[in-house]
């Protein structure tokens, strides 16, 4: 029985390390194109906080529309907050 407890644990840290290894390559590469995008506006700090002011309603209105759970809305709010930071630190001012 321990050996497939240890088996089954070391199966899903793999997983995790593969799932971690999507959200870092999915984030690097929203943060790159949201990037290009807001550098083609005439106002590209002001188009990253409409973008992110999107996002965040939508999560909202996800989450509201499921009943997702609350750490899962916290994570994602947070997420967002933490592109739109990585984005405007880029942008020209």
């Given amino acids: 029985m321990a050996d497939n407890t240890n088996e089954t644990i070391a199966d899903l840290k793999r997983e995790i390390a593969e799932l971690n290894g999507l959200s870092l390559a999915t984030g690097v590469i929203l943060t790159q194109l949201l990037q290009s995008i807001c550098k083609r506006e005439l106002n590209p700090q002001g ?47």
């Fill in 47 to 93: 188009a990253a906080t409409q973008i992110m002011a999107n996002a965040r309603d939508a999560i909202d209105g996800f989450t509201k529309a499921t009943q997702a759970d609350p750490v899962t809305t916290k994570r994602a709010l947070e997420a967002v907050g933490q592109y739109e930071d990585q984005i405007k630190s880029v942008l020209a001012i």
